[in-house]
Protein backbone atom coordinates (compact mmCIF):
# COMPACT_ATOMS: atom_id res chain seq x y z
CA UNK A 1 0.00 0.00 0.00
CA UNK A 2 1.64 3.48 -0.88
CA UNK A 3 0.46 7.31 -1.40
CA UNK A 4 0.52 8.40 -4.61
CA UNK A 5 -0.17 12.17 -6.37
CA UNK A 6 -0.06 13.72 -9.53
CA UNK A 7 -0.65 17.64 -10.22
CA UNK A 8 -0.81 19.44 -13.29
CA UNK A 9 -1.21 23.56 -12.62
CA UNK A 10 -0.34 26.86 -14.05
CA UNK A 11 2.09 27.37 -11.73
CA UNK A 12 5.23 25.86 -9.53
CA UNK A 13 4.12 22.77 -8.12
CA UNK A 14 6.40 21.21 -5.93
CA UNK A 15 4.52 22.87 -2.64
CA UNK A 16 1.36 21.76 -3.38
CA UNK A 17 2.89 18.16 -4.01
CA UNK A 18 4.65 18.39 -0.66
CA UNK A 19 1.47 19.30 0.67
CA UNK A 20 -0.67 16.40 -0.60
CA UNK A 21 2.08 13.77 0.23
CA UNK A 22 1.54 15.59 4.21
CA UNK A 23 -2.02 14.28 3.93
CA UNK A 24 -1.22 10.62 2.09
CA UNK A 25 1.51 10.13 4.99
CA UNK A 26 -0.72 7.59 6.66
CA UNK A 27 -0.29 5.26 3.40
CA UNK A 28 3.20 5.40 4.20
CA UNK A 29 5.76 5.94 6.22
CA UNK A 30 9.19 4.05 4.86
CA UNK A 31 10.07 6.68 2.10
CA UNK A 32 9.11 9.60 -0.05
CA UNK A 33 9.70 11.17 -3.58
CA UNK A 34 8.89 14.13 -5.76
CA UNK A 35 9.58 14.50 -9.53
CA UNK A 36 8.68 17.40 -11.67
CA UNK A 37 9.91 18.71 -14.91
CA UNK A 38 9.79 21.59 -16.99
CA UNK A 39 13.18 21.35 -19.48
CA UNK A 40 14.34 18.10 -18.06
CA UNK A 41 13.45 16.39 -14.60
CA UNK A 42 13.95 17.30 -11.01
CA UNK A 43 13.50 14.77 -8.21
CA UNK A 44 14.10 14.32 -4.53
CA UNK A 45 13.39 10.69 -3.06
CA UNK A 46 15.32 9.45 0.49
CA UNK A 47 14.00 7.25 3.48
CA UNK A 48 11.57 8.55 6.08
CA UNK A 49 8.91 10.85 6.78
CA UNK A 50 7.26 13.62 3.98
CA UNK A 51 8.13 16.34 6.63
CA UNK A 52 12.26 14.60 6.98
CA UNK A 53 12.87 13.82 3.49
CA UNK A 54 11.88 17.49 1.72
CA UNK A 55 13.52 20.53 3.25
CA UNK A 56 12.67 24.35 1.59
CA UNK A 57 15.83 24.31 -0.24
CA UNK A 58 14.99 21.20 -2.24
CA UNK A 59 11.48 22.25 -2.71
CA UNK A 60 13.04 25.54 -4.29
CA UNK A 61 15.06 23.21 -6.82
CA UNK A 62 12.15 20.97 -8.33
CA UNK A 63 11.13 23.71 -10.79
CA UNK A 64 8.30 22.61 -13.13
CA UNK A 65 3.89 23.03 -13.19
CA UNK A 66 3.44 19.53 -13.27
CA UNK A 67 4.86 16.58 -11.16
CA UNK A 68 3.81 13.61 -9.33
CA UNK A 69 4.44 12.12 -5.69
CA UNK A 70 4.65 8.79 -3.93
CA UNK A 71 5.04 7.91 -0.05
CA UNK A 72 6.26 4.09 0.31
CA UNK A 73 4.74 1.31 2.62
CA UNK A 74 7.18 -1.34 0.99
CA UNK A 75 4.54 -4.65 0.38
CA UNK A 76 6.69 -6.05 -2.20
CA UNK A 77 10.58 -5.66 -3.42
CA UNK A 78 13.68 -4.29 -1.09
CA UNK A 79 13.70 -1.54 1.07
CA UNK A 80 16.86 -0.19 -0.90
CA UNK A 81 17.20 3.19 -1.86
CA UNK A 82 16.71 2.06 -5.40
CA UNK A 83 13.19 1.22 -4.83
CA UNK A 84 11.76 4.50 -3.64
CA UNK A 85 9.70 5.79 -6.35
CA UNK A 86 8.53 8.26 -8.23
CA UNK A 87 10.51 5.58 -10.90
CA UNK A 88 11.64 7.25 -14.34
CA UNK A 89 13.50 6.24 -17.90
CA UNK A 90 14.33 8.52 -20.71
CA UNK A 91 13.03 6.63 -23.17
CA UNK A 92 10.64 7.10 -25.30
CA UNK A 93 10.02 10.90 -24.29
CA UNK A 94 11.48 10.81 -20.95
CA UNK A 95 8.56 9.29 -18.28
CA UNK A 96 8.16 9.23 -14.84
CA UNK A 97 5.93 6.97 -12.58
CA UNK A 98 4.62 5.96 -9.49
CA UNK A 99 2.41 2.69 -8.54
CA UNK A 100 -0.29 1.56 -5.49
CA UNK A 101 -0.78 -1.89 -5.67
CA UNK A 102 0.74 -5.08 -6.19
CA UNK A 103 1.35 -7.34 -9.42
CA UNK A 104 0.87 -11.22 -8.80
CA UNK A 105 2.50 -12.60 -12.14
CA UNK A 106 5.88 -10.34 -11.85
CA UNK A 107 8.33 -13.12 -12.73
CA UNK A 108 6.20 -13.33 -16.15
CA UNK A 109 5.95 -9.69 -16.97
CA UNK A 110 10.15 -9.79 -15.74
CA UNK A 111 10.67 -12.62 -18.61
CA UNK A 112 8.43 -10.76 -20.98
CA UNK A 113 10.35 -7.50 -20.36
CA UNK A 114 13.88 -9.22 -20.96
CA UNK A 115 12.87 -10.89 -23.91
CA UNK A 116 12.24 -7.19 -25.48
CA UNK A 117 15.81 -6.24 -24.01
CA UNK A 118 14.72 -3.84 -21.25
CA UNK A 119 17.02 -4.02 -18.13
CA UNK A 120 15.12 -4.24 -14.38
CA UNK A 121 17.36 -2.63 -11.83
CA UNK A 122 14.97 -3.59 -8.63
CA UNK A 123 12.28 -5.84 -7.60
CA UNK A 124 9.70 -3.94 -7.65
CA UNK A 125 6.76 -4.77 -9.45
CA UNK A 126 6.57 -0.76 -10.12
CA UNK A 127 9.16 -0.78 -12.34
CA UNK A 128 8.01 -3.45 -13.99
CA UNK A 129 4.60 -1.49 -14.88
CA UNK A 130 7.15 1.53 -15.67
CA UNK A 131 8.72 -0.79 -18.08
CA UNK A 132 6.09 -2.15 -19.95
CA UNK A 133 4.24 1.04 -20.62
CA UNK A 134 7.55 2.44 -22.04
CA UNK A 135 7.68 -1.19 -23.97
CA UNK A 136 3.54 0.13 -24.76
CA UNK A 137 4.15 3.97 -25.80
CA UNK A 138 7.14 2.78 -27.84
CA UNK A 139 5.54 0.47 -29.90
CA UNK A 140 3.07 2.36 -30.44
CA UNK A 141 5.29 5.61 -31.37
CA UNK A 142 6.42 3.62 -34.03
CA UNK A 143 3.18 3.12 -35.86
CA UNK A 144 2.93 7.27 -36.00
CA UNK A 145 -0.25 7.48 -33.51
CA UNK A 146 -1.33 11.10 -31.83
CA UNK A 147 -0.01 11.30 -28.57
CA UNK A 148 -3.81 10.29 -26.41
CA UNK A 149 -4.01 6.80 -28.43
CA UNK A 150 -0.75 5.78 -27.95
CA UNK A 151 -1.34 6.23 -24.16
CA UNK A 152 -4.46 3.84 -24.79
CA UNK A 153 -2.28 1.65 -26.42
CA UNK A 154 0.14 1.25 -23.82
CA UNK A 155 -2.24 1.14 -20.84
CA UNK A 156 -4.33 -1.24 -22.59
CA UNK A 157 -0.68 -3.22 -23.08
CA UNK A 158 -0.09 -3.45 -19.34
CA UNK A 159 -4.18 -4.69 -18.81
CA UNK A 160 -3.71 -7.38 -21.45
CA UNK A 161 -0.96 -8.91 -19.44
CA UNK A 162 -0.27 -7.74 -15.93
CA UNK A 163 -2.50 -9.14 -12.94
CA UNK A 164 -3.02 -7.80 -9.48
CA UNK A 165 -3.80 -4.25 -8.57
CA UNK A 166 -2.37 -1.07 -10.15
CA UNK A 167 -3.38 2.91 -9.66
CA UNK A 168 -1.06 4.79 -11.70
CA UNK A 169 0.04 8.60 -11.86
CA UNK A 170 2.86 9.14 -14.55
CA UNK A 171 4.29 12.20 -16.46
CA UNK A 172 5.70 12.46 -19.90
CA UNK A 173 7.97 14.91 -20.69
CA UNK A 174 6.64 17.68 -22.67
CA UNK A 175 3.36 15.41 -22.83
CA UNK A 176 1.86 16.21 -19.69
CA UNK A 177 0.34 14.24 -16.54
CA UNK A 178 -1.25 9.87 -17.17
CA UNK A 179 -3.59 8.44 -14.87
CA UNK A 180 -5.02 4.91 -14.94
CA UNK A 181 -6.38 1.92 -12.48
CA UNK A 182 -6.43 -1.52 -13.02
CA UNK A 183 -10.13 -3.07 -14.45
CA UNK A 184 -10.83 -4.39 -10.85
CA UNK A 185 -10.18 -0.82 -9.87
CA UNK A 186 -9.01 -2.90 -6.66
CA UNK A 187 -7.05 0.57 -5.36
CA UNK A 188 -8.71 3.29 -5.04
CA UNK A 189 -7.88 6.50 -6.79
CA UNK A 190 -9.14 10.13 -7.40
CA UNK A 191 -9.10 12.92 -9.35
CA UNK A 192 -10.44 16.84 -9.54
CA UNK A 193 -10.16 19.78 -11.59
CA UNK A 194 -10.86 23.85 -10.79
CA UNK A 195 -11.01 26.47 -12.88
CA UNK A 196 -8.25 29.30 -12.83
CA UNK A 197 -8.78 33.14 -13.81
CA UNK A 198 -7.84 32.65 -17.07
CA UNK A 199 -10.32 29.38 -18.26
CA UNK A 200 -7.80 26.89 -18.18
CA UNK A 201 -7.81 24.22 -15.39
CA UNK A 202 -5.52 23.03 -12.98
CA UNK A 203 -6.08 18.93 -12.80
CA UNK A 204 -5.12 16.77 -9.53
CA UNK A 205 -4.99 12.73 -9.09
CA UNK A 206 -4.34 10.82 -5.82
CA UNK A 207 -4.66 7.95 -3.76
CA UNK A 208 -7.48 10.00 -1.46
CA UNK A 209 -8.97 13.24 -1.42
CA UNK A 210 -8.03 14.48 1.59
CA UNK A 211 -6.10 17.24 0.60
CA UNK A 212 -8.63 18.90 -2.12
CA UNK A 213 -9.85 21.26 0.33
CA UNK A 214 -6.63 22.86 1.60
CA UNK A 215 -5.89 23.46 -2.21
CA UNK A 216 -9.18 24.38 -3.35
CA UNK A 217 -10.62 21.69 -5.43
CA UNK A 218 -14.74 21.23 -4.70
CA UNK A 219 -15.34 17.94 -6.43
CA UNK A 220 -14.20 14.47 -6.19
CA UNK A 221 -14.20 12.08 -9.11
CA UNK A 222 -13.29 8.20 -9.69
CA UNK A 223 -10.81 7.29 -12.24
CA UNK A 224 -12.98 4.12 -13.51
CA UNK A 225 -11.92 0.73 -13.16
CA UNK A 226 -9.27 0.37 -16.23
CA UNK A 227 -9.67 4.09 -17.32
CA UNK A 228 -6.92 6.02 -18.43
CA UNK A 229 -6.83 9.82 -17.97
CA UNK A 230 -4.66 11.91 -20.00
CA UNK A 231 -3.45 15.65 -18.97
CA UNK A 232 -1.93 16.98 -22.26
CA UNK A 233 0.30 20.32 -22.19
CA UNK A 234 -2.09 22.54 -23.12
CA UNK A 235 -4.15 21.16 -20.44
CA UNK A 236 -7.10 19.13 -22.10
CA UNK A 237 -8.37 16.29 -20.80
CA UNK A 238 -8.99 12.76 -22.49
CA UNK A 239 -10.29 9.92 -20.61
CA UNK A 240 -11.50 6.65 -21.82
CA UNK A 241 -12.43 3.41 -20.27
CA UNK A 242 -10.47 0.42 -22.01
CA UNK A 243 -10.83 -2.81 -20.09
CA UNK A 244 -13.46 -3.55 -17.33
CA UNK A 245 -14.13 -6.11 -14.81
CA UNK A 246 -16.59 -7.03 -12.22
CA UNK A 247 -15.52 -3.43 -9.60
CA UNK A 248 -14.05 -4.91 -7.01
CA UNK A 249 -12.64 -2.15 -4.85
CA UNK A 250 -10.37 -3.07 -1.31
CA UNK A 251 -12.65 -3.09 1.53
CA UNK A 252 -9.61 -2.60 3.86
CA UNK A 253 -9.46 0.43 2.26
CA UNK A 254 -13.21 1.20 4.48
CA UNK A 255 -12.01 -0.84 7.22
CA UNK A 256 -9.09 0.70 8.34
CA UNK A 257 -6.13 2.41 5.59
CA UNK A 258 -8.08 5.17 4.46
CA UNK A 259 -8.38 8.33 6.31
CA UNK A 260 -11.95 9.10 8.05
CA UNK A 261 -12.21 12.10 6.09
CA UNK A 262 -12.03 10.55 2.30
CA UNK A 263 -14.62 9.86 0.12
CA UNK A 264 -13.68 6.79 -1.77
CA UNK A 265 -15.48 5.08 -4.60
CA UNK A 266 -18.16 7.38 -3.99
CA UNK A 267 -18.85 6.56 -0.13
CA UNK A 268 -17.76 7.95 2.73
CA UNK A 269 -15.56 6.08 4.93
CA UNK A 270 -16.64 8.16 8.01
CA UNK A 271 -20.24 6.89 6.98
CA UNK A 272 -18.93 3.47 6.41
CA UNK A 273 -17.37 2.85 9.35
CA UNK A 274 -20.36 4.61 11.53
CA UNK A 275 -22.33 1.61 10.03
CA UNK A 276 -19.93 -0.83 10.89
CA UNK A 277 -19.88 -0.24 14.33
CA UNK A 278 -23.46 -0.03 14.03
CA UNK A 279 -23.86 -3.31 12.86
CA UNK A 280 -21.34 -4.81 15.22
CA UNK A 281 -23.00 -3.42 18.12
CA UNK A 282 -26.18 -4.49 16.99
CA UNK A 283 -24.35 -8.23 16.62
CA UNK A 284 -23.39 -7.82 20.42
CA UNK A 285 -26.97 -7.45 21.76
CA UNK A 286 -28.06 -10.50 20.27
CA UNK A 287 -24.92 -12.28 21.28
CA UNK A 288 -24.73 -11.30 24.57
CA UNK A 289 -28.14 -10.26 25.35
CA UNK A 290 -27.37 -10.03 29.34
CA UNK A 291 -24.22 -8.36 28.63
CA UNK A 292 -23.84 -4.60 28.79
CA UNK A 293 -20.05 -3.20 29.11
CA UNK A 294 -19.95 -0.16 31.79
CA UNK A 295 -17.48 1.55 28.46
CA UNK A 296 -16.40 1.76 24.72
CA UNK A 297 -12.53 2.90 24.26
CA UNK A 298 -11.74 2.42 20.84
CA UNK A 299 -8.32 1.26 20.02
CA UNK A 300 -6.61 4.64 18.17
CA UNK A 301 -7.35 6.10 16.08
CA UNK A 302 -8.41 4.19 12.96
CA UNK A 303 -11.16 2.79 15.34
CA UNK A 304 -12.69 5.90 16.70
CA UNK A 305 -15.24 5.98 14.45
CA UNK A 306 -16.92 2.52 14.59
CA UNK A 307 -16.89 2.88 18.26
CA UNK A 308 -18.54 6.36 19.09
CA UNK A 309 -21.53 4.62 16.91
CA UNK A 310 -20.89 1.07 18.90
CA UNK A 311 -21.53 2.81 21.95
CA UNK A 312 -24.41 4.87 21.07
CA UNK A 313 -26.13 1.86 20.05
CA UNK A 314 -25.97 0.24 22.93
CA UNK A 315 -26.66 3.57 25.00
CA UNK A 316 -23.23 3.66 26.80
CA UNK A 317 -20.55 5.97 27.37
CA UNK A 318 -17.89 6.04 24.69
CA UNK A 319 -14.24 6.80 26.24
CA UNK A 320 -10.78 7.67 24.98
CA UNK A 321 -9.42 5.71 27.39
CA UNK A 322 -6.67 4.98 25.33
CA UNK A 323 -4.66 8.67 24.06
CA UNK A 324 -2.63 8.05 21.46
CA UNK A 325 0.71 9.76 21.18
CA UNK A 326 0.01 10.93 17.40
CA UNK A 327 3.54 11.61 16.58
CA UNK A 328 4.29 7.67 16.67
CA UNK A 329 3.47 5.90 13.26
CA UNK A 330 0.98 3.43 12.19
CA UNK A 331 2.01 -0.04 14.09
CA UNK A 332 0.28 -1.84 10.99
CA UNK A 333 2.68 -0.70 8.58
CA UNK A 334 5.83 -1.17 10.47
CA UNK A 335 8.24 -2.75 9.53
CA UNK A 336 9.17 -5.86 11.36
CA UNK A 337 6.82 -7.52 15.14
CA UNK A 338 9.60 -6.11 17.14
CA UNK A 339 8.75 -2.51 16.14
CA UNK A 340 4.92 -3.30 16.21
CA UNK A 341 5.42 -4.60 19.95
CA UNK A 342 7.33 -1.66 20.68
CA UNK A 343 5.46 0.81 19.22
CA UNK A 344 2.18 0.17 20.49
CA UNK A 345 3.44 0.59 24.12
CA UNK A 346 5.60 3.68 22.91
CA UNK A 347 2.38 5.81 21.06
CA UNK A 348 -0.46 4.21 23.79
CA UNK A 349 -0.99 6.09 26.59
CA UNK A 350 -4.34 4.82 29.19
CA UNK A 351 -6.01 7.21 31.21
CA UNK A 352 -6.29 4.79 34.11
CA UNK A 353 -9.42 6.93 35.34
CA UNK A 354 -11.60 5.83 32.82
CA UNK A 355 -10.73 1.89 33.01
CA UNK A 356 -10.18 1.17 36.94
CA UNK A 357 -12.76 -1.38 38.24
CA UNK A 358 -14.94 -1.49 34.92
CA UNK A 359 -16.28 -3.64 32.28
CA UNK A 360 -14.47 -2.38 29.74
CA UNK A 361 -15.31 -3.18 26.09
CA UNK A 362 -12.10 -2.57 23.21
CA UNK A 363 -12.99 -2.41 19.61
CA UNK A 364 -10.91 -2.61 17.28
CA UNK A 365 -10.99 -2.14 13.48
CA UNK A 366 -8.96 -5.47 12.53
CA UNK A 367 -6.86 -8.37 14.13
CA UNK A 368 -4.10 -9.71 11.98
CA UNK A 369 -1.41 -10.71 13.76
CA UNK A 370 -2.93 -10.43 16.86
CA UNK A 371 -0.29 -8.49 17.86
CA UNK A 372 -0.95 -4.58 18.65
CA UNK A 373 -4.23 -6.59 20.25
CA UNK A 374 -2.80 -8.44 23.02
CA UNK A 375 -0.25 -5.67 23.67
CA UNK A 376 -3.35 -3.36 24.14
CA UNK A 377 -5.04 -5.57 26.28
CA UNK A 378 -2.49 -6.27 28.33
CA UNK A 379 -2.51 -2.16 29.21
CA UNK A 380 -6.13 -2.00 29.75
CA UNK A 381 -5.66 -5.17 32.30
CA UNK A 382 -2.24 -3.38 34.11
CA UNK A 383 -5.43 -0.48 34.65
CA UNK A 384 -7.71 -2.67 36.69
CA UNK A 385 -10.12 -3.35 34.20
CA UNK A 386 -12.75 -6.48 35.52
CA UNK A 387 -13.51 -7.70 32.30
CA UNK A 388 -12.53 -7.31 29.22
CA UNK A 389 -14.60 -7.70 26.20
CA UNK A 390 -12.55 -7.25 22.83
CA UNK A 391 -14.81 -6.85 19.50
CA UNK A 392 -13.52 -5.34 15.77
CA UNK A 393 -15.25 -4.48 12.60
CA UNK A 394 -13.73 -6.79 10.78
CA UNK A 395 -14.06 -10.04 10.21
CA UNK A 396 -11.49 -13.05 10.97
CA UNK A 397 -8.52 -12.04 8.38
CA UNK A 398 -7.50 -15.70 6.97
CA UNK A 399 -5.13 -14.95 4.36
CA UNK A 400 -2.42 -13.05 2.68
CA UNK A 401 -2.91 -10.08 0.41
CA UNK A 402 -1.69 -9.81 -2.65
CA UNK A 403 -2.78 -6.96 -3.96
CA UNK A 404 -1.11 -3.95 -1.76
CA UNK A 405 -1.66 -4.01 1.80
CA UNK A 406 0.74 -6.13 4.00
CA UNK A 407 -1.25 -8.91 5.16
CA UNK A 408 1.66 -11.23 5.76
CA UNK A 409 1.91 -15.22 4.64
CA UNK A 410 -0.62 -17.15 6.45
CA UNK A 411 1.51 -18.47 9.00
CA UNK A 412 1.49 -15.10 10.87
CA UNK A 413 -2.12 -14.81 10.72
CA UNK A 414 -3.45 -15.52 14.03
CA UNK A 415 -7.43 -16.59 12.89
CA UNK A 416 -5.33 -19.00 9.78
CA UNK A 417 -4.02 -21.05 12.98
CA UNK A 418 -6.44 -20.79 15.52
CA UNK A 419 -10.22 -20.71 16.13
CA UNK A 420 -12.03 -17.83 18.16
CA UNK A 421 -12.19 -19.35 21.15
CA UNK A 422 -8.31 -20.16 20.57
CA UNK A 423 -7.97 -16.61 19.80
CA UNK A 424 -9.93 -15.42 22.91
CA UNK A 425 -7.49 -17.23 25.22
CA UNK A 426 -4.97 -16.17 23.28
CA UNK A 427 -5.52 -12.58 23.80
CA UNK A 428 -6.47 -12.79 27.24
CA UNK A 429 -10.54 -11.51 27.12
CA UNK A 430 -13.69 -12.07 28.32
CA UNK A 431 -15.41 -11.89 25.57
CA UNK A 432 -14.34 -11.70 21.78
CA UNK A 433 -16.78 -10.32 18.68
CA UNK A 434 -15.93 -10.42 14.96
CA UNK A 435 -17.90 -8.79 12.65
CA UNK A 436 -19.50 -10.77 9.88
CA UNK A 437 -18.89 -10.74 5.94
CA UNK A 438 -22.05 -9.94 5.25
CA UNK A 439 -22.92 -7.21 8.17
CA UNK A 440 -19.64 -5.58 6.65
CA UNK A 441 -20.05 -5.68 3.27
CA UNK A 442 -23.45 -3.96 4.12
CA UNK A 443 -22.40 -1.21 6.04
CA UNK A 444 -19.64 -0.20 2.96
CA UNK A 445 -22.02 -0.59 0.40
CA UNK A 446 -26.14 0.59 2.36
CA UNK A 447 -25.39 3.70 0.45
CA UNK A 448 -23.67 6.45 -2.33
CA UNK A 449 -23.75 6.00 -6.44
CA UNK A 450 -21.09 3.29 -6.00
CA UNK A 451 -21.79 0.36 -8.17
CA UNK A 452 -19.98 -1.92 -6.02
CA UNK A 453 -21.35 -5.44 -6.54
CA UNK A 454 -18.61 -7.12 -4.46
CA UNK A 455 -15.68 -5.35 -2.74
CA UNK A 456 -12.21 -7.26 -3.01
CA UNK A 457 -12.35 -9.42 0.14
CA UNK A 458 -9.56 -12.38 -0.99
CA UNK A 459 -7.55 -11.44 2.73
CA UNK A 460 -11.34 -12.77 4.36
CA UNK A 461 -12.75 -15.65 2.07
CA UNK A 462 -9.28 -16.56 0.20
CA UNK A 463 -11.42 -15.88 -3.26
CA UNK A 464 -8.66 -13.95 -5.09
CA UNK A 465 -9.66 -11.69 -8.18
CA UNK A 466 -8.05 -12.94 -11.87
CA UNK A 467 -8.40 -16.35 -11.01
CA UNK A 468 -5.04 -16.60 -9.26
CA UNK A 469 -4.03 -20.28 -8.96
CA UNK A 470 -2.78 -21.87 -5.90
CA UNK A 471 0.40 -22.30 -7.65
CA UNK A 472 1.28 -18.51 -8.24
CA UNK A 473 -0.18 -18.05 -4.41
CA UNK A 474 2.39 -20.85 -3.42
CA UNK A 475 5.12 -18.88 -5.53
CA UNK A 476 4.22 -15.21 -4.13
CA UNK A 477 3.92 -16.35 -0.51
CA UNK A 478 7.59 -17.81 -0.98
CA UNK A 479 9.15 -14.68 -2.71
CA UNK A 480 7.82 -13.00 0.64
CA UNK A 481 8.98 -15.12 3.07
CA UNK A 482 12.53 -15.00 0.81
CA UNK A 483 12.15 -10.96 0.39
CA UNK A 484 11.45 -10.82 4.86
CA UNK A 485 14.44 -12.84 5.19
CA UNK A 486 17.06 -10.62 2.77
CA UNK A 487 15.45 -7.45 4.74
CA UNK A 488 16.16 -8.52 7.67
Given at each position: ?????G??T??P?????????IH??H???D????????H?F??I??K????D?F?Q??L????????????R??T?G?D???E??P?RLN?????T????GN??N??E??????E???HL?T??????I???F??G?????K?????????????N?????A?????????I?????????D??GI??LV???????D???????????????SL????IY??K?G???????????????LSQ??FS???????????P??V?D????Y????RM????AM???K??????P???????S??????LSFA????I??S???Y?????GR??IM???????????????P???E??D?N??????S?V??????EI?N?I????AK????V?T????????????????K????A??????E?????H???????T??DLI??VT???E?H???????????????N?D????????????K?R??NA
Amino acid sequence: MCGIIGIYTNQPVAIQLYDSLIHLQHRGQDAAGIITYDHRFHSIHNKGLVRDVFLQSDLNKLSGNIGIGHVRYPTAGSDTHEEIQPLRLNTPYGITLAHNGNLVNPQELAKELHEHSRHLNTTNDSEIILNLFASGLDMARKNGTAMFEQICSAVNYIQQIARGSYSVVSAIMKKGIVAFRDPWGIRPLVYSKKQNDDGSFNYIFASEPTMFYSLGYKEIYNVKPGEVIYVDEEGQMHQKVLSQQEFSPCIFEYVYFARPDSVLDDISVYRARLRMGQNLAMQWKKTYPDCLPDIVIPAPSTSNTAALSFAAELGIRYSEGLYKNQFIGRTFIMPDMLSRKKSVKYKLSPQKTEIQDKNVLILDDSIVRGTTGKEIVNIIKDCGAKQIYLVTTCPPVKFPCYYGIDIPTKAELIASNKNIEEIREYLHVDKLLYQTIDDLIEAVTRRGEHHIKMPCMACLTGKYLDNVDKETLKQLEQQRIKQREKNA
